[in-house]
Structures are given as C-alpha cells and as structure tokens.
C-alpha cells in the first residue's frame, strides 16, 4: 500500500461583527475571523494538509483569494471539492490530526459538533478524525488575542486497485 502524509497550517486574525466558524459549525463569541471566504481557519489547515499529502499543492493554488468566485466561501463546500479531486486521482484519506490555537473562546465544548460535521465530509468516521483545542499560555499572536491558528496533519493511502 502506498501511504502519504501532509500537513497543514493556517492562521486568521480577529475582527469584529463578524461570525466565527470553525470546523464547519458556528461558535458563539464576540469576534470573528477576517478572511477572504468565511475563514475556517480549522478547515483550511485539514484542506492544506490533505492537498499536500497528495502532492495537490495548496488552497491558494485551489481557491485563490484574489479570486471573487470564492468571497464569502463556505469552506466546507471547498473542503468537499478536495475531498472529490482526491477521490478521481485514487487517494482515500486514513484519517486527520488538528488542533486550534486560540486563547478564547473555549472550544473543547464544540469539538464533537465540529467532528460531526467534518467526518462525513472527509468520508471517514467520526473516530478518524481527531480535534484538539488549546492556547499559547498567552504567548505570542495567539496569546495576545490577535488571531487564532489551526495545524492538522493528514493520512492518506493510495485506493486504486492493484494491478
């Protein structure tokens, strides 16, 4: 069987009066991420991780954000358009590691919603896909309240039948 493994890593910064989307589900809080598409900094992370594992490149290169066709995107639907351009090159994904950096809000009480959501999407049990949350002690960007940043990694194994 032939394995690969990619990871990603994304960052947004805080803004006001907009909502917070993370792992596809809405979180209650008073800020939300400034982005070019809803700015799902979660998924965008799994994304990256999975087109790198595929040698694919990268969401830039995929849903570039000078490109008006992916303002306001919901990046679920775009996490679904790599999940199928996968699929038509023979990749199924194993599984996904993340974890979401932020000091606020408190994630751990959404991280099955957003396991929920996302393992269909992927194609894969809720088991297979893992969703960390934690902060940098205050420390840095993140610490200081200025953004949040996500990393996943992901598992893919080759699906075409052998010859």
Known sequence: MNFRIGQGFDTHQWVAQRPLILGG??????????????????VHAIMDALLGAAGMGDIGLHFPDRDPTFKGADSCQLL???????????????????????ERPR????????????????GITRQEINIKATTTEQLGFTG?????????????TDNRPSL
């Open 80 to 102: 679904s358009h790599v999940v199928t351009l996968l699929a038509n090159t023979g990749w199924k994904i194993v599984n996904v590691d993340a974890t979401v950096i932020c």
């Open 25 to 42: 589900i809405t979180i209650p809080h008073t800020l939300g991420l400034l982005g070019h598409s809803d700015a799902d900094v979660l």
């Open 144 to 156: 200081r309240n200025e953004g949040a940043a996500a990393m996943a990694i992901a598992l893919l």
């Open 107 to 122: 994630l751990a009480p959404h991280v099955p919603a957003m396991r929920e959501k996302l393992a269909p999407l992927l």
